[in-house]
């Protein structure tokens, strides 16, 4: 059975940080590439960034750019998504998601997907 598992996500001041989690069991990580998305209430789901099974980074997003480094380790099953200096802005919940291969900037190319985890930026 396929699952995507996000996990880290909570409540942080602005200028705080969290790596946010995307653990993923049934299928072999190593083939595939995870995608990050987020979507904030009342907006679009936005791309955040993707790393492909090679481990190439893409970044999707402006707002995110030198903040967000994605990560994975196939060992572990797992891919991660540092959030450092966080905004008000980034509060939303994140999803990540499984494409066979290379990266894609559309939520609906992708084969699998997590159920999402919040992440809240107030002081």
């Known amino acids: 059975q396929v699952q995507l598992v996000e996990s880290g996500g909570g409540l942080v001041q602005p200028g705080g940080s969290l790596r946010l989690s995307c653990a993923v069991s049934?299928?072999?990580?190593?083939?595939?590439?995870i995608g990050w998305f987020r979507q904030a209430p009342g907006k679009d789901r936005e791309k955040i960034s993707c790393?492909?099974?090679?481990?190439?980074?893409?970044y999707f997003t402006d707002s995110v750019k030198g903040r967000a480094p994605i990560s994975r380790d196939n060992a572990k099953n797992t891919v991660y998504l540092q959030m450092n200096n966080l905004k008000p802005e980034d509060t939303a919940v994140y999803y990540c998601?499984?494409?066979?291969?290379?990266?894609?900037?559309?939520?609906?190319?992708?084969?699998?997907y997590g159920q999402g985890t919040q992440v809240t930026v107030s002081s």
């Open positions: 998601a499984a494409r066979k291969d290379h990266c894609s900037a559309y939520w609906f190319l992708y084969d699998y």
């Open positions: 049934g299928f072999t990580l190593g083939s595939y590439a």
């Open positions: 790393i492909s099974s090679s481990g190439g980074a893409t």
